[in-house]
């Protein structure tokens, strides 16, 4: 495997992982990975279990060490120091926190630990209880706290001693979905405000989408992409990507020319997005539900064609529609419109409307038969 290098802007790099691997006995858990993290940003690890995200943090902590590659903070070698002797701050998914001492206990432990005096103690405590909105909690135990609570003292215990770099494993994955949502807005904008360079793992596309500076998405020990949520979202690097981060239809086919790609019965036109590929060439087209076009359709006539709603699911704010077409047997085209859409178009099941997929929104991928889509 050739090294996997993602790097952000030409500033110097806060942290600097350099062709780092991991080797389980024979399984290799990260492949040759270097990655560039610049000061004040919040980077995300995203993937499924077993990718390598938690591998790769851990040996950034000094956790597991890495059984080659350098590993570089502020310019400073760390590859073989301890977690005691690197600058971080860490909050994992099970909050780790004493059940035998008190909110406040808890949060000063690591000042504690420095021989740090009790005054100076107990001002840094108050203020980061405050900061995380538990002011009054420092004489609680963790048992008489919720989850969410649980997270934010330690998230202050975390952030305790200043480190230079905060790093989240799974910190929200064992909350319910309402404190979720609220808590990791909390926590982005805590991140902000304190400019703390900050790398979370997570497995949740959304939370990574609405949290992120840059997302580095990993698959199978190596980096797949890097880049910003939007970036990450609207143009997907590959079809694992464009798989893993939202929802995509997936539309199997062959280059017919330049331009076009024939894909059941149908050709589309897809711009320049065959570069690379030769006539014959099997490929997977993708288009995101909400890009697929019923309002003023006929416009878009290179890939206009008439479609029947097969099913319809209300989602709240939206409904997705499970689309077919004769000439597209492999699988219903699904189409994500919004409530004032389905009202204007009267659409229900069994109704049949022209449906255009336009053709800038069409990417093509290589065709691996790995089985990305549905």
Known sequence: MGRTTATGSGEEAFLRVVGVTKRFGDFTA????????????LICFLGPSGCGKTTLLRAIAGLDFQSSGRIYQRGRDVSDLPPTQRDFGIVFQSYALFPNMTVAKNVGYGLASRKTSRQRIAARVAELLEMVGLPNAGDRYP???????????????????????????????????????????????????LGITTIMVTHDQEEALSMADRIVVMNHGIIEQVGTPIEIYRKPASAYVADFVGAMNFLHGEVVQQGRVRVGGIELAVDGATAGFSQGDP?????????????????????????????????????????????????????????????????????????????????VFADDGGGAGP
């Open 283 to 363: 490929v997977v087209v993708c288009i995101r539900p909400e890009d697929v076009a019923v309002r003023d359709a006929e416009t878009h006539t290179a890939n206009c064609y008439e479609m029947a709603v097969h099913d319809v699911e209300f989602l709240g704010s939206f409904c997705r529609a499970s689309l077919e077409s004769e000439a597209l047997t492999e699988a219903p085209l699904i189409a994500d419109f919004s409530i004032n859409l389905m009202r204007d178009f009267d659409l229900s099941r069994g109704k049949s409307l022209p449906v255009a997929l336009p053709k800038d929104r069409l990417q």
């Open 143 to 193: 048992a008489a706290l919720s989850g969410g609570q649980q997270q934010r003292v330690a998230l202050a215990r975390a952030l305790a001693t200043s480190p230079g770099m905060l790093l989240l494993d799974e910190p929200l994955s064992a909350l319910d979905a309402k404190v979720r949502v609220r808590l990791r807005h909390e926590m982005k904008a805590l991140q902000r405000s």
């Open 30 to 41: 990260l492949a040759d990975i270097s990655l560039e993290v610049h000061e004040g940003e």
